[in-house]
């Protein structure tokens, strides 16, 4: 029955598609073709779904008019006429092109272009195709046929699910389990180096940052907040000094997790001497290729065909550092922490934008730029900006994954699908407990680990659901953090372990010293019990 229920999901899914309000010029001639963005109405003007069923239509250019009257027009008969925008209404325009007999009216714009529209008895009217497009790509066009060029004009649809999810889903899960892994790894690392020696614990040399208390918890999230609105209000300001942090940040974190692989498989052991010092040839190397790698992200960071790759490597490698340098003492620490974020994720997406005066979420103009290309506003309502490389700077706080099937919207600016760092390290906090747990504790099996693993896939599969059903952005905490917490929660509750769970290490950091948290001779397994 399940199965069943699956495939029919899946099949709603696939099949499903819709219409947006970008379309696709091609323009040809005998030796070559190009393809350029449209902007159409759809409830004014009918276009094939395909290439194939499109019809070709010699173009003639005519943007030296902006065609407000019938003077000085020549023969278009059966013709795609491209005129410029202004002087006066596109169904004006229309007509009287229609007048002279021309099939599809092109309007060249030097502005920001939004789907054409006009009242109901006009759009009776109109009889022909009519869609704007942008002047710097017919000059292109212009450049490349020359005067000989044939127009075709056809709104592929777009499926409701598109293959950028199962990528997005893929780097998630990935993410969150090697970060969580590390961290396991990095804990029965220090174990068996004999960091726990005779019941004290010593202090770490390896930089990890534990979060121990409630108050700091608390704090750490209001300054988020506090971050986020400040953004909001100073965006242009403070997205410089973000991008800044951010180079500096994933260029430290990729030479952390190249370091550790490198260690790992045990190569490039050899240095030189430098004034009495030795200095790895391999770790020179590594910070070169790392600052290299955060350097040209930071140069080509606008553009959007290709430098998503280096951005969603770069917040990989963010991702796992963060995971494997912020420990949470336990799991009270780890309800308190995701319970808070969830919160605050919730009225950040819902809530602010019954405050804000665009009635757009902080979270997402934040997350997006204050302008971000082909984002939709009013409900349905997509303009494209006349020039497409951005005028704005955006943060790098997303991984980001273009829309392989939004051929159409692409031409017009590059679509993604986008998600949070915050929603990969917040739950991977959790995940990185439960391994670390799974050490304490002596689970051959992992059993913590893997579960809260599957507990967040399964929560970005329900997350993913949701959006695509409601056509909406979701705030991904609001599924993740109960999957993940409840889950983790169950496993410990039935393992008869939710006190030590709770509890964490049998030692809680109080300023520089320790404390054990059960005393000798306690049930748990500080007393040596052995658990898979």
């Keep these: 029955m399940s199965r069943k229920l699956w495939i029919t999901i899946a099949v709603v899914f696939l099949s499903t598609q819709t219409y947006s309000q970008e379309a696709v010029l091609h323009i040809s001639n005998e030796s070559t073709d190009k393809e350029y963005c449209l902007v159409y109405n759809a409830s004014w003007t009918n276009l094939s779904s395909s290439l194939t069923d ?12 902006y065609l407000c009257d019938s003077t000085n027009i020549p023969d278009v008969t059966g013709k795609a006429l491209v005129v410029m925008r202004g002087q006066c209404d596109f169904s004006q325009k229309a007509l009287i092109a ?13 502005k920001s272009m939004s789907p054409p529209s006009a009242n109901n008895s006009e759009y009776a009217k109109v009889k022909i195709p009519l ?9 292109d066009a212009q450049q490349v046929f020359g005067k000989d060029m044939t127009a075709s004009l ?23 389990a090697l970060g969580g892994y590390w961290s396991g790894a990095s804990e029965k690392e220090k174990r068996s180096e004999g960091s726990i020696l005779g019941g004290t614990e010593e202090a770490s040399n390896s930089g990890e940052l534990s979060l121990y208390s409630p108050l700091k918890v608390v704090i750490f999230v209001a300054l988020m907040c506090v971050m986020l609105v400040l953004m909001y209000f100073f965006y242009k300001y403070l997205v410089y000094v973000i991008i800044a942090i951010f180079c500096l940040a994933s260029a430290t974190a990729l030479y952390s997790c190249l370091d550790a692989l490198m260690n790992k498989v045990g190569c490039g052991k050899c240095s030189f001497s430098c004034r009495s010092r030795t200095v790895p040839v391999r ?21 959007d065909r290709w430098i998503w790759i280096l951005q969603d490597l770069l917040g990989i490698a963010f991702c796992l550092n963060f995971m494997k340098t912020i420990t949470l003492s336990n799991f009270k620490i780890c309800v308190i922490l995701l319970s808070l974020l969830l919160l605050y994720d919730v009225f950040f997406v819902f809530i602010t934008p019954f405050f804000t005066p665009n009635g757009e979420s902080i979270m997402v103009q934040v997350a997006l730029g204050p302008a971000s290309a082909g984002e939709k506003s009013d409900g349905n309502i997509v303009e494209v900006p006349a020039d497409p490389t951005p005028t704005y700077e955006k943060l790098p706080v997303v991984m980001r994954v273009p829309r392989f099937s939004a051929w159409a919207q692409n031409l017009c600016g590059m679509q993604f699908s986008i998600l949070g760092y915050g929603d990969i390290i917040v739950p991977g ?27 967040y896939f399964l929560g970005m599969i329900v997350t993913f659901a949701v959006m695509l059903l409601s056509k909406m952005g979701q705030p991904a905490l609001l599924y993740l953090v109960p999957f993940t917490l409840l889950t983790s929660a169950v496993v410990a509750w039935s393992r008869k372990e939710m006190r030590q769970f709770w509890a964490g290490t049998t030692y809680q950091v109080l300023d520089s010293s320790r404390e054990p948290l059960l005393q000798d001779g306690q049930p748990g397994y500080a007393s040596g019990e052995r658990k898979c």
């Design 54 to 65: 499109a019809v070709k239509h010699q173009v003639v250019n005519l943007v030296s008019s």
């Design 98 to 110: 229609q007048k002279h007999g021309a099939a599809v009216l092109l309007i060249a714009s030097n």
């Design 131 to 139: 869609a704007l497009m942008r002047y710097r790509d017919f000059a």
């Design 154 to 176: 056809y709104a592929p649809p777009v499926p409701v699910f598109d293959v950028s999810i199962v990528v997005m889903l893929f780097i998630a899960v990935f993410t969150v």
């Design 283 to 303: 770790s020179l190397l590594l910070a070169a290729l790392c600052v290299s790698v955060a350097v040209v992200w930071g140069v080509y960071r606008n553009e």
């Design 429 to 455: 906090l959790l995940i990185a407990y439960c391994a670390r747990f799974d050490i304490w504790s002596g689970s051959s099996k992992r059993i913590y680990f893997v579960s809260c693993t599957i507990a």
